[in-house]
């Protein structure tokens, strides 16, 4: 009886073949993973830039109406100051008001409210420090998404590197963006 012969060329490139797509499908595996991680940190980011900004925009609010509130005190001020001075210019007699107490308790408060502003601008400050690298960080990472996306379509490992240097990049930001 004669032997079938089996031709096992076409079978072990196909086999090389299966193996390198294999392989592809565990590159296209990391970059969607990585890309997860990516979108993720991004979420993160974005959150706390927003809630930064907000903090800032409130602690701005707030210094705003202690200036406005310093504003009226001085002009109480110097409407006593006004009045003692034609009390005293108009009379012929001795004046028995006096707004030394009145002038000196509206300088005292004056200083407390100014020193509240300027706590509240230094704290707005410090929100849009942090804001900025947080923003930044979200920037960072959008855009390895993106070139992490185009590396899946187009099948190019060295953009999704790139992408990856990104995400490192932001990162990097990210914890500037959460330092004190």
Known sequence: MEEIEIPTEHLHE???EKAAEEKKEKW???VA????????LAAIAGLMAGHHANEALIERVKASDQWSFYQSKNLKEEIAVSTDKILHTLSTKPVTEDNSQTIARYEKEKGEIKKAAEEAEKSSEE???KHV???TAVTAFQIAIAISAIAILTRRKKLWYGGMLLTVIGICFLIMGLLP
């Open 14 to 16: 196909e086999i090389q």
């Open 133 to 135: 690298p947080l923003a």
């Open 28 to 30: 296209i595996l990391l």
């Open 127 to 129: 929100h849009l420090g």
């Open 33 to 40: 993973l990585s890309t997860a991680f990516m979108a993720v």
